[in-house]
């Protein structure tokens, strides 16, 4: 999850900054490719009944928050335009958004996932 919120920062931010006029629509759809992944790799740990998801997808979500922001920061500075690292506060004080971005889509899907009937082994 780290590395698709990764990419998505750093997408939004190249788009926002060759055409700030699609600001809203990008941030938008990012938005919802972010809770879309999370939900269904949720749904699918959910279907296939694995051991402790609650537990992984928590500390997914508290590892994913700072380690996105600051490689999203990484990423938008070597790629997009000369950010500093001024900017590292803001990027581990976003974590926490990001941190409950993984976290409530992908318990929702695991709820889901767990009502699915699970094939039968073989």
């Known amino acids: 999850m780290t590395v698709v919120h990764t990419v998505a920062q750093t997408v939004v931010v190249a788009v926002r900054w060759a055409h700030p006029e699609w600001s809203v629509a990008i941030r938008s759809v ?15 740990d959910g279907w296939r009944r694995a051991d402790g998801t609650t537990r992984t997808w928590c500390i997914a979500a508290l590892v994913t928050g700072p380690a996105a922001g600051v490689l999203g920061l990484v990423a938008q500075a070597a790629l997009v335009d000369a950010t500093g690292p001024e900017e590292l506060g803001g990027a581990l004080a976003g974590g926490a958004f990001t941190a409950l971005l993984v976290l409530v889509p992908a318990l929702v899907g695991v709820a889901v996932g767990q009502r699915v009937e699970a094939p039968a082994p073989r």
Do not use: K, P, Q, S
Not at 30 to 36: K, P, S, T
């Open 30 to 44: 990012a938005l919802a490719v972010l809770v879309a992944v999370a939900m269904l790799w949720g749904a699918i």
